[in-house]
């Protein structure tokens, strides 16, 4: 049985599903389709998170060919979006994305008895609503919010293990930033700050610092016109 799944926003203007277009030879729209059939069979409770049907599966009821899925779901691997299983295919991030608790407990009884204790008790804050200000306040940055005395944090270092986000690969393929030379890129930009000591090597916002480094990148089409970009995967 499936249960209701959660659609992010943002979803449609994500980088990663242009690069899988350029690379799958296919268009975005393609793409986005057979995502959303990959997440709907990962919402089954039995492989909650997995998929475990095949693309010939998919290709079924979406007019594809096979081969056309099988290019897509790889190309989907290259930037992030799934990997291989040992049950089929794993959604990357699943549990970041989706709850447990979604789908469960909503009969109408369970939804009246919710809004009586919210009413009789104050706002209550469930246990979605503390992962989903989590993840709000990591989207804007740990090192953003004023430090005990009232004053701005200085920020930290670039963490070692630092990858770009979602959204900030999002942000560098609207900027025409693609491919190998997105992974470019994210090498200089790791390698240029974690190189860097004393105070200029710290940021409080390390998101805004990466989307000024897409700005200024050379390969950045951000108000010029430059060759088609390099359709080859991320590095």
Known sequence: MSKWLRWWDGSCRDGKFQVVSRNAS???ATVIGVWAALLEDASNDDHRGTVTQTPEWVSLFLGLTPIEVTK?????KAVG??????????????????FES???????????????????????VTQNDQSTDTENRKSRGAHSAPAANGRLSKGTPLPASWKPS????SYAG????????LGDEIEKFRNHWTSKSGRDACKRDWHA???NWVLNSRHSTAGRRLPPPDTAGIV
């Open 102 to 124: 979604d789908g469960r407990d909503n009969t109408n009884a369970d939804r009246q008895r919710r809004w009586r204790n919210r009413h009789r008790n104050g706002p209550a």
């Open 81 to 98: 979006l799934v990997c291989d299983h040992e049950h089929g295919l794993e959604i990357i991030n699943w549990n970041k994305r989706q």
């Open 26 to 28: 296919v268009t975005v």
């Open 72 to 76: 897509i779901i790889e190309a989907m």
């Open 166 to 169: 979602e959204e900030d690969i």
């Open 174 to 181: 609207s900027k025409g930033l693609l491919g190998h030379q």
């Open 209 to 211: 610092t990466w989307r």
